[in-house]
């Protein structure tokens, strides 16, 4: 059985940051890519950042140069540092990653339990 594990949201006020980590764990093949995505009261789960085992990077617009994506692929482990937070980043924040399992020839998405972050002064 596979579990993404997210951890390190909280509450910060503008300007701040915080750093989101994600771990993958058990019996896991592969994993391709791995990404963090959000979802606001209200709004539909967005791309934030993913990153590819080679360590191709994609943004979303709205988080291009403050947050940076990064990863591990000994840990099976997923960064996103987050800088010069706003108020419009407050959000659950979803860890994903597209891996495949021992004993299976297909990736599938995974997800985590997500975690809150929230910006306010």
């Known amino acids: 059985q596979v579990q993404l594990v997210e951890s390190g949201g909280g509450f910060v006020q503008p300007g701040g940051s915080l750093r989101l980590s994600c771990a993958a764990s058990?019996?896991?093949?592969?994993?391709?890519?791995m990404g963090w995505y959000r979802q606001a009261p209200g709004s539909q789960r967005e791309l934030v950042a993913v990153?590819?085992?080679?360590?191709?990077?994609n943004y979303a617009d709205s988080v291009k140069g403050r947050f940076t994506i990064s990863r591990d692929n000994a840990k099976n482990t997923v960064y996103l540092q987050m800088n010069s937070l706003k108020p419009e980043d407050t959000a659950v924040y979803y860890c994903?990653?597209?891996?495949?399992?021992?004993?299976?020839?297909?990736?599938?998405?995974?997800w985590g339990q997500g975690t809150q972050v929230s910006v306010s002064s």
């Open positions: 994903n990653a597209d891996l495949r399992p021992h004993g299976s020839i297909w990736f599938n998405d995974y």
């Open positions: 058990g019996s896991i093949f592969s994993i391709y890519t």
């Open positions: 990153i590819t085992s080679g360590g191709s990077t």
